[in-house]
């Protein structure tokens, strides 16, 4: 398998997600791949109490402006690094599909995703994003877990904890 050149970091703003993203970087700069940094806002957000709802064209705007201002921090504290950084928000109410859509569209070579380790009941309800996104995608995924018994905490993906020990 030839290095990525395109890495796809999937961001909620979690820890998890950030975590990802630190892994993605190092990569990115080890291989000399670029990264794209993805946000996919729920086509149908559940809205707040004090938006009403005939407002809701106007929050979902908010979300996008919010999300595309957070990526646009990030991509910029990258790029000081001599990192090549693009940054994309989508909406979609599968947001697995919606990345593996995007990542097909943009000829991404490898996805670097966050799992919050939702297991049981709620998985099943919910499903999980990065298991649409393996099973689905065409290219390699790396999945990088939050421990069990931390889900509250803050996760570290195995990599973090093999380079500590």
């Not at 490898?110 to 799992?115: E, N, R, S, Y």
């Amino acid at each position: 398998m030839m290095p990525p050149k395109l890495i796809m970091v999937p961001l909620d703003f979690s820890a998890a997600s950030q975590n990802a993203l630190e892994v993605a970087t190092r990569m990115a700069s080890h291989v000399g791949a670029a990264v794209l940094l993805v946000h996919i806002a729920p086509a149908i957000a559940d809205l707040p109490a004090n938006v009403g709802i005939f407002k809701e064209g106007e929050y979902n705007k908010e979300l996008h402006t919010e999300a595309a201002k957070r990526l646009s921090e990030i991509a910029a504290s990258l790029e000081a690094q001599k990192l090549n950084v693009r940054t994309q928000v989508g909406t979609a109410n599968d947001v697995g599909m919606e990345l593996v859509r995007l990542s097909e569209h943009d000829g991404v070579d490898m996805i670097i995703i966050a799992t919050h380790g939702m297991t049981g009941w709620r998985e099943v309800a919910f499903g999980s994003v990065a298991k649409v996104v393996v099973e689905r995608g065409t290219c390699p995924v790396l999945v990088l877990r939050a421990k069990a018994e931390n889900k509250g905490a803050e996760p570290e993906s195995r990599a973090n904890a093999a380079a500590r020990n």
